[in-house]
T-cell receptor, first 112, second 118 residues
């Protein structure tokens, strides 16, 4: 089983739609969680961190379920500019330091 | 100002050559990373350096050698390039531990170096 798995996508949705992405991770000792966004031929950029209580940033809502080792990202009222690949990132710390593991990404295309 | 900068942005070279990619960060972070993103877009960590000490070395061929002259720089040297090395290489940095109690450790990425081996 891969350390971090995501919906394979791609997701093609019309403008204004609500779309949800799922992510699961295998390391129960994981400590912090993030959603990154990567545009075509660009570097990954932090979209939002994911907190245990869930958190919202404008149209974006992230949820974490530690018991199920599951993370989600909800995008409401999709915009054309939301088209990108969304990467789930899980971080753990061991005796050797930080270990960031990226999921394979879910591609989103928002259509006019 | 670019927080994490990599050079060159594009690198086209022949098989068997030796090449280097440079990375610099001006964020004052003490941990830097190299990632490889292949044609399938999967981003995989190669190396991590903390205070000039290698702390992660994934199953990467020893043709790849990271070099950190100081904590603001982490260069990647590749010997005897192979076709399979063609990919985008991203440098990143983070602060470990985070400066603020309870803060999450966030990585910042460079723009990537697109390596094509012919």
């Amino acid at each position: 089983r891969k350390e971090v798995e995501q919906d394979p996508g791609p997701f093609n949705v019309p403008e204004g739609a609500t779309v949800a992405f799922n992510c699961t991770y295998s390391n129960s000792a994981s400590q912090s969680f993030f959603w990154y966004r990567q545009d075509c031929r660009k570097e990954p950029k932090l979209l939002m961190s994911v907190y245990s209580s869930g958190n919202e940033d404008g149209r974006f809502t992230a949820q974490l379920n530690r018991a199920s080792q599951y993370i989600s990202l909800l995008i409401r009222d999709s915009k054309l500019s939301d088209s990108a690949t969304y990467l789930c990132v899980v971080n753990s710390r061991d005796n050797y330091g930080q270990n960031f593991v990226f999921g394979p990404g879910t591609r989103l295309s928002v259509l006019p | 100002d670019t927080a994490v900068s990599q050079t060159p942005k594009y690198l086209v070279t022949q098989m068997g050559n030796d090449k280097s990619i440079k990375c610099e960060q001006n964020l004052g972070h003490d941990t830097m990373y190299w990632y490889k993103q292949d044609s399938k877009k999967f981003l995989k960590i190669m190396f991590s350096y903390n205070n000039k000490e290698l702390i992660i070395n994934e199953t990467v061929p020893n043709r790849f050698s990271p070099k950190s002259p100081d904590k603001a720089h982490l260069n990647l040297h590749i010997n005897s390039l192979e076709l399979g090395d063609s990919a985008v290489y991203f440098c990143a940095s983070s602060q470990e531990p985070p400066l603020l109690a309870g803060a999450l450790n966030i990585q910042y990425f460079g723009a990537g170096t697109r390596l094509s081996v012919l």
